[in-house]
């Protein structure tokens, strides 16, 4: 079975501070991994997604993640905040079989940007 | 443009009674879910659909229906069953089959969402 976890719901960074939002998963077989965005009253967007290519992994905006495999993590960094990146991040794993359709999601991190 | 489109963006129910969220898509995917969103718990399921006619219960189908009449539309009905229906409500699809024979990773589409309010 697979699952997420985002560890803190709420992380809070100033300007220009480096983004470090963490998501572990566990999966009985080789993930596929993403990191989606949500600003307030809107959809979800794709930031990046890993698929078993290379481990590092570059997405919009300036954000990027990588897979550790050893750590079963897929941390989300970015080197220098923007007050724009203030939104919430959902990290996923792609889901097989049973009532969990096509992607398992973690709880969120709402990220603040502090001027 | 491609994409989901999701109505309407703000909904008023009263109690006891349905309401209908309508979700579009022009995507040509497979595939349409249907994810309550509260505060602090994230998306959860309530139904998905991978073929016309068909379509499944997710983690938390009671207190709603849906269909899947047609490829590009899969509208939820929130019932008086639903005991909390205060939510956003987001729709989402993708492709069951990968493009060009590549590996289908999973990667959802999301629509803008609906924010019903019972009142």
């Known amino acids: 079975a697979q699952s997420v976890t985002q560890l803190g719901s709420h992380v809070s960074v100033s300007e220009g501070a480096l983004v470090l939002l963490r998501c572990n998963y566990s999966?009985?077989?080789?993930?596929?991994l993403f990191w989606y965005v949500q600003y307030p009253n809107q959809g979800l967007q794709l930031l990046l997604k890993?698929?078993?290519?290379?481990?590092l992994v570059k997405g919009i905006n300036g954000f990027e993640a990588e897979f550790k495999k050893s750590e079963t993590s897929f941390h989300l960094t970015k080197p220098s905040a923007h007050m724009r990146d203030a939104a919430e991040y959902f990290c996923a794993v792609r889901a097989y079989g049973g009532s969990q359709g096509n992607l398992i999601f973690g709880k969120g991190t709402k990220l603040s940007v502090k001027p | 443009d491609g994409g989901i489109t999701q109505s309407p963006k703000y909904l008023f129910r009263k109690e006891g009674q349905n309401v209908t969220l309508s979700c579009e898509q022009n995507?040509?995917?497979?595939?349409m879910y249907w994810y309550r969103q509260d505060p602090g718990q994230g998306l959860r399921l309530i139904y998905y659909?991978?073929?016309?006619?068909?379509?499944q219960k997710g983690d938390i189908a009671e207190g709603y229906s849906v269909s899947r009449e047609k490829k590009e539309s899969f509208p939820l009905t929130v019932t008086s069953a639903q005991k909390n229906p205060t939510a956003f409500y987001l729709c989402?699809?993708?492709?069951?089959?990968?493009?060009?024979?590549?590996?289908?990773?999973?990667?959802?589409?999301f629509g803008e969402g609906s924010r019903l309010t019972v009142l």
């Open positions: 995507l040509n995917h497979d595939a």
């Open positions: 890993y698929t078993s290519a290379a481990t």
């Open positions: 659909s991978q073929i016309v006619n068909d379509f």
């Open positions: 999966s009985s077989v080789p993930p596929y």
């Open positions: 989402a699809s993708n492709s069951v089959q990968g493009a060009f024979g590549l590996t289908n990773t999973g990667e959802l589409f």
